[in-house]
């Protein structure tokens, strides 16, 4: 119960202390707009998010057609004959 009590008094110590207050929001607005500023152009991370959006559709195509493959393992008996004709 002692541990208790210490922790009561401390949080009535606590609520009556005052805080500082300190308005740092003309700051904060300006570092924003100063970054906003620096990151007007093209950053290299968008030119590598770009190249890998490409990447992954021109991949994506390729296991499309390969899927067909996959799904069906009786359509790889025929595979290499698709040139030549029956008749």
């Known amino acids: ?3 208790i009590k210490i922790i ?3 949080a009535k110590t606590a609520q009556k202390e005052k805080t500082l ?3 740092v929001s003309k ?4 570092e924003i707009g100063l970054l906003r500023q620096e990151n007007a152009g093209m950053i290299p991370f968008e030119w590598f998010a770009g190249i890998s959006a490409v990447a992954a559709s ?3 195509v390729f296991s499309l057609n390969a899927w067909r493959y996959i799904a069906d ?3 790889q008996l ?4 698709q040139g030549v004709l029956p008749w």
């Open 8 to 10: 009561e008094k401390l």
């Open 78 to 81: 025929f595979m290499p004959l």
């Open 21 to 23: 207050q300190i308005d």
């Open 1 to 3: 119960m002692d541990a």
């Open 27 to 30: 700051a904060v607005m300006l």
């Open 73 to 75: 393992p009786f359509i």
């Open 58 to 60: 021109i991949i994506t």
